[in-house]
């Protein structure tokens, strides 16, 4: 700035609230502004700059916004320095520790779901992206300790770089990874920001509700226990390995119930039907048992389809606390997605048979997917595709992906170019949460999110429920010929009741002699 008394066009108006208040730092204290600054103004400065205007302005004009910001930052570095006045070289590390710790806040609010626990089986390596190592900000091994500004992002005013990376590890990095950065509505992304962080992304569960967590578990383990015993080697699609699912769509059906919600239409593919049948629509389980002989569950049935077992739909009402909730699983063919679209047109009309035509809250649509035809069928991009248009929508379908991260006989990397399943939802800017499948109370936290986010904002949302599947694609296989790796983890790994038990005995909410689980 040496040669400005030439060039003075940078004392024009737009820039005259900031000369004024710099000027005004400069002369309580001269140490106080940049060196350029102090040099100019002990050769040019004169009280004229301190002109408040016209009589008719309004005095004592301010930056918009960025006076309380400068004093916070001065505040913090301050503390730093130690001493009441402070230097221009440490007020600009302060203000570039608040830029980088922003950014890499907001770098886990984007990719933080790279770091998460998802695998319960822990076969895929974790390298740290760059953009989640506070190395790349600049952060060093002595700064983690240092307060910074951060202007009450994560509900501080200001937090050492080590908080920052328990809360965004917390929230981020758990058994839950969400993806909700591309969704364009800031609303809508506002809304999960703030639902997630406020609570460090997991609901404090009281007792009874984790009992209630692990009674469905052991109830959705202990069906499919029985018939494997009891009719080896008959094909059942079981949902061994992802039990979680059972009390996910419990929480939907709850939930949306307070919500307004009066029916839900159903659609999935085979794995997990019966226990769906039996646990969550009341299927009496000697009409389950009757058709495992071949026989018809209904006489009234006797000449119709003939269809097998893994097809049937069925419908049932479900109360939850005191209102009483509409269910019906819509019959599928092998044809896996192609049921998708049936059901919510099914949801569209139901809709409208309640002259819920505007908000469509009344009645929900829940898909459930397997991972690799999530990814592969065509017809789950097309569902997307219509699911925002004017004669299609039906405010917002929850996905569900029973995510075996195996499809048949083939790993995900040899089957989908994308690093996720799910990423096809993306097309229509849905969140995404991928959930760890063996953290039965992350699995319900999410649902609920779930749940909320679609009563409110009336669009789709995906729960990817990262778990396995114990027996193969069908209990006449034997897994361990294609996938030995898998399948030799697999069979020493403790079901998830079990893991769930023992977590809750070590919190000492169940005793050892309550806990009825088996490998």
């Known amino acids: 700035m040496n040669d ?11 820039n005259a609230t900031f000369i004024n208040d710099l000027y005004k730092e400069w002369k309580a204290n001269s140490n106080s502004v940049p060196k350029e600054w102090d040099l100019w103004f002990k050769t040019n400065a004169d009280d004229k700059l301190l002109d408040e205007g016209p009589s008719w302005a309004k005095k004592n004009s301010k930056v918009v916004g960025a006076v309380d910001t400068v004093e916070s930052v001065k505040a913090v570095a301050r503390g730093i320095a130690g001493k009441g006045n402070i230097s221009a070289t440490d007020l600009r590390a302060a203000t570039t520790d608040s830029i980088r710790a922003i950014m890499l806040i907001r770098a886990y609010r984007i990719n933080g779901h790279l770091l998460a626990k998802l695998d ?20 060093t091994d002595d700064d983690w300790d240092r307060p910074i500004f951060i202007d009450n992002v994560l509900g501080m005013e200001s937090a050492t770089l080590r908080q920052i990376m328990e809360i965004v590890k917390e929230t981020y990095c758990g058994s839950i990874g969400i993806e909700f950065m591309h969704v364009r509505d800031p609303a809508q992304k ?37 018939l494997h015993k009891k009719y080896a080697g008959t094909k059942r699609f079981g949902l061994d390995g992802s039990e979680s699912v059972v009390p996910a769509i419990e929480q939907i059906l709850k939930r949306g119930s307070q919500l307004g919600m009066k029916e839900v239409v159903i659609a999935m593919a085979h794995r997990g039907r019966l226990n769906l049948l039996y646990n969550i629509l009341n299927k009496p389980f000697r009409a389950i048992i009757s058709e495992f002989l071949g026989n018809q569950s209904n006489p009234e049935d006797a000449g ?60 929900l649509g829940i898909v459930l997917h397997g991972d690799a035809a999530f990814a592969g069928q065509g017809i789950v991009a097309e569902t997307f595709d219509f699911s925002g248009l004017r004669g299609y929508r039906t405010g917002g379908t929850i996905h569900i992906v029973v995510n075996n991260q195996i499809g048949f006989t083939t790993s995900p990397n040899y089957s989908r170019s994308s690093p996720y399943c799910t990423d096809v939802a993306k097309m229509v800017m849905a969140p995404i949460i991928h959930i760890n499948g063996d953290d039965p109370e992350a699995v319900v936290h999410a649902s609920r999110i779930a749940t909320e986010f679609r009563q409110k904002f009336a669009c789709d949302v995906v729960l990817d429920i990262i778990s396995y599947r114990r027996y193969g694609h069908n209990e006449g296989d034997e897994p361990a010929f294609t996938q030995p790796v898998m399948y030799k983890t697999i069979g020493s790994h403790d079901s998830i009741s079990k893991i769930y038990a023992q977590k809750l005995i070590n919190q000492g909410i169940i005793t050892q002699k309550e806990a009825i689980y088996k490998k």
């Open 4 to 14: 400005q008394s030439s060039d003075q066009s940078f004392l024009s108006g737009a």
């Open 120 to 139: 319960p089986l822990n076969l895929q390596e974790q390298n740290i992206h760059p953009e989640l190592d506070p190395k790349t900000y600049g952060f």
């Open 190 to 226: 506002g809304w999960i920001q703030e639902r997630i962080e406020s609570i460090r992304n997991a609901t404090e569960f009281t007792n009874r509700g984790k009992k209630a967590i692990y009674e469905r578990l052991v109830g959705a383990e202990t069906f499919e226990q029985f």
């Open 304 to 363: 119709g389809s003939g269809d097998v077992k893994y097809h049937m739909g069925a419908s049932a009402d479900r109360e939850f606390d005191g209102k009483t909730v509409h269910l019906s699983l819509q019959a599928n063919p092998s044809h896996l997605e192609v049921v998708a679209p049936v059901v919510i047109g099914r949801v569209r009309a139901k809709q409208n048979q309640h002259n819920d035509t505007n908000e469509r809250l009344s009645v």
